[in-house]
């Protein structure tokens, strides 16, 4: 399975997240973390890591076509299970190494068409003509992670649409604080995935920045395990009668989670998209994250 994970303003947590998502992945399943952000990677200067192998490493082999499990000898381990293929630093060496990455014939790809295998790609922020455009196309799930503020919500509304027609299942992820979850439904006219709190000590864990030894919980890990196995497919979704009024009405919830009003560390998914015959997925306000 591959999960895109990016944003469209700012840094809401992208990378913090994609790591979070992939450390509540189910343990049976090989996880791995790709730095696919077009402006460079974070992973190795947070967690002290080798500058290689990695994503030019990988990038170089796959020039010429190879078995997609060469990507497990690009990438590293960290605690607990996952392994991270961390991007170049420097953004021309990141694009360089994405624009043989992407391509329709990548080990990537046959990596996560594997049922034993999940990879978590972090786009980081997607600016119109995005090297990472490639990866969202060929995912099976998009995350679409933003802020909440004025600011952030402005330029997500002029590129949420566009984005969701892209992705074969788009989900709307809002971080942090800032206005409200129903009053940005209601705005935007679509439904949101999961609110990941305002949560500093939880996400230390995923900067490199932790006391040894302290434990990993919070709003964050409890956000991410529930969206995990969520899509994973460990928990099922059930529709739900008390779905706000101006919430999109095919909108699904986690059972356990209330819907009415939603909590900073709610979750609601979106159930995967209807067979195509031509017409939008149309929700309560008439708008859709495709159309």
Not at 92 to 109: D, E, G, M
Request: a positive charge; glycine letters at 10%.
């Amino acid at each position: 399975m591959l999960i895109a994970l990016a944003s469209v303003k700012a840094s809401p947590g992208v990378t913090t997240f994609a790591l979070a998502l992939a450390a509540s992945w189910p343990a049976n399943v090989r996880r791995v973390v790709v730095e696919c952000d077009p402006a460079g990677g974070d992973l190795a200067q947070r967690f002290g890591l080798a500058a290689s192998p990695g994503l030019l490493s990988l990038a170089a082999v796959a020039r010429q076509p190879v078995d997609p499990d060469v990507v497990w000898s690009h990438a590293q381990p960290l605690p607990g299970g996952i392994e991270v293929i961390p991007g170049p630093s420097g953004g021309h060496q990141a694009r360089a190494a994405l624009s043989t990455l992407t391509s329709a014939a990548s080990p990537l790809y046959g990596i996560a068409r594997r049922p034993t295998a999940a990879m978590f790609a972090d786009c980081g922020r997607l600016d119109p003509g995005s090297s990472a455009e490639a990866v969202i196309r060929h995912a099976d799930v998009l995350l679409l992670i933003s802020g909440t503020y004025s600011d952030e919500l402005a330029h997500l509304a002029t590129r949420v649409h566009e984005l969701g027609r892209m992705a074969t299942r788009a989900c709307l992820v809002l971080a942090g604080r800032g206005h409200p979850t129903h009053e940005v439904e209601r705005e935007l006219g679509i439904p949101v995935m999961a609110r990941i709190p305002y949560d500093p000590g939880a996400a230390e864990h995923h900067t490199g920045r932790a006391a040894p030894g302290r434990r990993r919980t919070g709003g964050l890990a409890r956000v991410a395990s529930v969206v995990a196995r969520t899509l994973s497919g460990e928990t099922p979704c059930e529709s739900s009668p008390s779905v706000p009024a101006q919430a999109p009405t095919f909108v699904q919830q986690v059972p356990g989670i209330p819907a009415q009003p939603t909590a900073a560390s709610g979750v609601r998914v979106l159930p995967p998209p209807a067979p195509h015959n031509g017409h939008s997925h149309a929700t309560a306000s008439g708008k859709d994250i495709r159309s």
